[in-house]
């Protein structure tokens, strides 16, 4: 008898705030810090809350992509992925309330496998259908751009 994977699942993370700008984040049995830069009052122990959902975003893509990938029998080898993002820093600095703080992103996937450029746009094609980070990113009214190009 096959085991059935759940459809639906509740994710949970735990933070806890030693000061105003430091979170300390426990997930599953992994921890990471969420701090601001020194230059805004923080310690820079970590990546700012808004640099952690772009990260998200890469880590997303290189997971789902590489998934997309094996099932279509494409060899993309390795991905490094950069990130570029237009964001409103005025709701950030409470001077008003921002509909799109996330106004762009823009995520350059270089892959070095042996997968040709077609190959690599319908992997891209695939992962845009399935990643829940770009889904929530666009759902937002976010521009989303993923570029995947031979490394």
Do not use: Y
């Amino acid at each position: 008898m096959a085991i059935r994977m759940k459809t639906t699942v509740k994710l949970s993370a735990k933070g806890t705030c030693p000061s105003h700008s430091r979170t300390d984040i426990a997930v599953r049995d992994v921890g990471f810090t969420i701090d601001e830069p020194e230059a805004r009052g923080g310690t820079n122990l970590g990546p700012t809350p808004t640099d952690t959902a772009i990260a998200a975003f890469i880590g997303c893509v290189n997971v789902i992509g590489n998934k997309c990938a094996t099932k279509l029998g494409i060899d993309i080898g390795h991905l490094a992925i950069d990130a570029q993002c237009e964001f409103d820093r005025r709701g950030v600095t409470l001077e008003e309330e921002i509909e799109v703080p996330f106004k762009s992103v823009t995520l350059t996937v270089r892959a070095d496998g042996p997968a040709s450029q077609e190959e690599l746009g319908r992997v891209g094609a695939e992962t845009e259908k399935f990643c829940p980070l770009s889904k929530l990113f666009r759902a937002a009214g976010t521009k989303v751009e993923v570029i995947w190009q031979k490394a």
